[in-house]
């Protein structure tokens, strides 16, 4: 079989009726804009598929690289050396997919379903976030990143800590004075006649919001040995907290470098996502039509009927 040869196909508009097929331009779509994405976002050489293409599909090149890694990957599988007839199985699988994507694109599937906007938006977002010019961290912006960063790496360990719970602003206003003026907790929550409620000593961290809320848990993880916070508003409660004890949160960088690594590089994936989706706005245009300023409430039925 050559690999130069072109390949006509034609589908009716009846394919698109089917969700079996609609869910097969989808993936196909997904798998084939790759390379394309690569191209259009400035992240690849598009000349060098027309230089170096294995097929035209109704005009558009497979490039050789698809090709290669398209053998590879089926070579992996296999103890043997692929065959003729293999690496024509391997052309026919890239050229399938072409057209199941210019299918989709003639069927306007970006636009018309939601669930393959959803995955070409995500694509693009990927491919946005690769800079392949973007140097790696040395080992000094990582420990920078690090000191700045510290909290985000702390093990999250175990706490002790008591709760004293009011029912309103006045019990909690008497209690706040009270333990400002130096009485013990457990003494001023006694007295006003706050609820108690103590979690198991020294209870893993991840595990305080099931026993007092996540607004506990988060007010925790910023809080102090032997610190009193509160009050934290949660429905018609007011919570206060002390923090008895909790374990060591050191943290050593060696021991958490591949982490800091990781959050570094996302990090980096955002600004320049940022940054490409800003370009974007500058040279589009933009004419919103719609006041947003005026939206007391959704549109009824009643009035999306009249405008279908």
Known sequence: MSPSRETEQSFSKS???????????????????????????????????????VALVNGEPIPEAEYYRATTAMQAGLKRKLTADDRARALDVLINEELLVQRALELDLPREDRLARRILIQSVIDVAALSPDAPEATDEDLRRFFDDNI????????????????????????????????????????????????????????????????????AVAAMGEDEIVGPISSGDTLTFVWLAERSSTDVDFDAVKSQVAAEWRRRRQETAFDDYVSSLRRRGRVRVLHDVSTDDDAPSEDAENEGA
Do not use: C, H
């Open 151 to 218: 909290a985000l790496f702390r093990p999250l360990g175990r706490a002790t800590i008591y709760l004293a719970i009011a029912e309103s602003k006045a019990q909690a206003d008497l209690f706040a004075v009270a333990v400002a003026d130096g009485e013990r907790f457990k003494d001023a929550r006694e007295k006003y006649g706050l609820r108690a409620l103590d979690p198991p000593a020294m209870a893993p961290f991840g595990k305080l919001a099931d026993y007092a809320g996540g607004a506990v848990r988060n």
């Open 15 to 53: 394919e698109a009726d089917g969700g079996a097929q609609q869910w097969l331009f989808i993936a196909a779509a997904t798998i084939g804009l790759g390379a394309a994405l690569f191209s259009s976002l400035g992240l690849g050489d598009g000349d060098a598929a027309t230089r170096g293409a």
